[in-house]
């Protein structure tokens, strides 16, 4: 599992005095504890990994928004700072789709559903994250579905 992962490598962080991945990992861990707060009252996944999946997607997410918003700011020590944690994060993540992959997995759909406009969107997008939320970034996956909807 990959709690089990990040558990590990805290501690080998830890021991090697790498603060910035013993910082980072430690991050990790506190969003995951929040998000089995808020899990706690709804309804509960049925794999583990996929929740620890969209929390760090997330934080992905967030670090690259900053990434971007202080280089654009002047502040590069900090936008490096961000990289560095987006590096740790991303080696617990499971490798992404390229896009070719992508591109096949929505034709696949598209033709299962019967898709063949733009009003078929949602219902594409929907399947596809059903089907490859943890390996597929659904950002770009959107701009796919769009020229391939088009």
Known sequence: MIRDDIKAALITAMK????TTTGTLR????????????VRT????????????EVLQKMVKQRRESITMFETGGRQELADAEG?????IERFL???????ETRAA????KG???ATG???MGRVMAELKARHASVLDMSKASGLVKAALA
């Open 94 to 100: 499971p490798q992404t789709l390229s896009d070719d």
């Open 84 to 88: 560095a944690e987006v590096a740790v």
């Open 27 to 38: 991050l990790i861990q506190s969003a995951l504890k929040n998000r089995d707060i808020e």
């Open 16 to 19: 090697g005095g790498d603060k």
């Open 112 to 114: 299962e559903l019967g």
């Open 106 to 109: 929505i034709e696949t759909i």
């Open 118 to 120: 733009m009003k078929d």
């Open 42 to 53: 709804g309804t509960a996944y049925a794999d583990d990994d996929v929740l620890v999946v």
